[in-house]
């Protein structure tokens, strides 16, 4: 095991309050001073999440595609989202008290994807429409983050091989015209162990001024 994958932990799936009470106690005992920089690796069932500027109108319904999509509050920023099945989710638990930046720390979120995304052959980008990163105008990984005392939590969330029908029950992301797309709706079928083995790689570098 690297250095880096010490700080690394993999979930095959986590129903998502369960995801939120390990990051929050991941959180509290960095802002204790005990904590160490980790990065959390996991999926969850069909869920929509709002963030602190989301609201229940931006969730057009819960029954879609046959599947009852439980819906959450969440502390995070950004409005509505849908995490399931087929979606990594890269959650950052971090000490951002030497450079109190949040925005440079979404850019190393969107960057690990960014690089990730190349070396799997897809070019990617930000977009002015909103954090995240982007395919040809359509969104592959949404990020949202909450922060206590230069301390961060939540992530970004790309998506492999999800049912993108279940996007169709919200506004992603307070947006109309924002359709998202995966990795295997460009024709790229990886497994979500490949793209982790790769995504973990370049959160190294990164990440590394945090560790």
Partial sequence: MSFFQQHVIRHTQQYFPDAMAEQEALRDAMLAGDGRFKLILTEHP?????????????????????DTIEVFQTGRGGEVTYHGPGQLLCYVVANLSQEQDLHQHI???????????????????RDSRGIGVWVDG????????RCRRWVVWHGIALNISPNLRHFKGIVPCGMQDAPVTSLEKLGLHRSRNTVETVLIQHAETVFKSLL
């Avoid at 979120?109 to 052959?121: D, Q």
């Avoid at 359509?138 to 983050?145: E, N, Q, T, Y």
């Fill in 46 to 66: 069909p869920t929509y999440t709002l963030g602190t500027s989301g609201t229940t109108q931006d969730v057009l319904t819960r029954e879609v595609d046959g």
């Fill in 107 to 125: 850019w190393r979120l969107e960057e690990m994807i960014i690089r990730t995304l190349e070396e799997l052959g897809i070019d990617s980008e």
């Fill in 138 to 145: 359509l969104k592959i990984a949404a990020a949202g983050v």
